[in-house]
């Protein structure tokens, strides 16, 4: 994924649910390698939300992973963090 020009990127996205929903389908390999191409190299380039909640759920992933050492992280904390960024998504 390029590093795009934040200045050129559209500062709202139609389409956040969706939007949020692919990424999730991405960051759990669930997606096909068409969708995954297409939202990470097409449209994380052109929608500065989208991309802003990609890095942000990296950084979650990423920092649950390290904290639950050994252990996965509670599925109910999963599930309860995502469905707390899908609803700020969509308001």
């Keep these: 994924m390029s590093n795009p ?6 500062q709202d996205c139609a389409n956040k649910k969706e ?3 692919m990424l999730q389908l991405i960051l759990d390999g669930e997606a096909t390698a068409e969708q995954k191409d297409h939202f990470l190299k097409h449209h994380l380039d052109e929608c500065l939300p989208c991309f802003n909640n990609y890095h942000l759920e990296v950084a979650i992933r ?3 992973k390290s904290k639950c050492t050994g252990d996965c992280a509670p599925q109910e904390l999963v599930d309860s963090i995502k469905a707390k960024v899908i609803r700020n998504l969509a308001s």
Excluded: Y
């Design 19 to 21: 939007c949020m929903q």
């Design 5 to 10: 020009d934040q200045s050129r990127m559209k």
């Design 62 to 64: 990423q920092m649950l």
